[in-house]
């Protein structure tokens, strides 16, 4: 069954496309652990036409995932899905080609009939319902990359991150400032004057 975030998109996807939000250009979901350089993000779109069908995001695993077809005997299907761990953009044009598929409750159904989480489900519809190409953005990290692999050098160019935990040890990113016992997340460290022109936000999808 589709999760409670998969309902969420749901909602969230019918408020982007109705009548009283056509100013709305870009629809993007960031999950509640994200930290978002909103600067960076807002730059990024810029390079790209909301008129056009435009999915941004990236994806978590090396290879397009595969699933079985509708029945044992058909061909397997084959598609790429940007990982919500690191938030994913889609443009209000490929919006408007969703609707017939996607909207009043269809995108749950498909979600519950593939069994896949949201933004799985996502990738499903446009990759291979709609036949629209996943553009990968590099700047968009997940809980499921090493947080240490960024250097604080990079960061600045960087648009999402995340966070976790693997047993006793924090993923998370490597930065000065405060110890991890006061700030795990590193969300302190990023949001004080030690990187005050790189701009953090924590976004939280209403309950």
């Known amino acids: 069954m589709m999760s409670p975030a998969g309902s969420k998109v749901d909602s969230i996807l019918a408020c982007f496309l109705a009548p009283r939000g056509p100013w709305l250009l870009w629809f993007c979901h960031f999950d509640d652990d994200n930290y978002v350089n909103v600067p960076k993000l807002v730059k990024l779109l810029g390079r790209y036409d909301p008129q056009e069908n435009v999915y941004l995001g990236k994806p978590s695993i090396p290879a397009p995932l595969e699933i079985p077809g509708k029945d044992p005997s058909s061909k397997k299907i084959s598609f790429w899905f940007a990982t919500g761990g690191a938030g994913f953009c889609i443009s209000r044009s490929l919006a408007l080609k969703m609707m017939p598929i996607a909207s009043g409750g ?14 799985v489900t996502m990738g499903y519809i446009i990759e291979h319902l709609l036949g629209q190409d ?33 047993w006793f040890e924090m993923n998370v990113l490597p930065l000065d400032g405060f110890d991890l016992e ?11 004057g030690r990187l005050g022109f ?4 924590k976004m939280r999808l209403p309950n």
Do not use: C, N
């Open 106 to 119: 269809k995108f749950i159904s498909i979600g519950d009939r593939i069994r896949l989480p949201d933004d």
């Open 134 to 166: 996943l553009t990968v953005i590099k700047g968009f990290h997940s809980h499921l990359e090493p947080m240490k692999s960024i250097s604080a050098e990079e960061l600045p160019e960087q648009i999402t991150f995340s966070y976790s935990k693997y």
């Open 182 to 192: 006061s700030d795990p997340t590193r969300v302190t460290a990023k949001t004080t």
């Open 198 to 201: 790189f701009w953090v936000y």
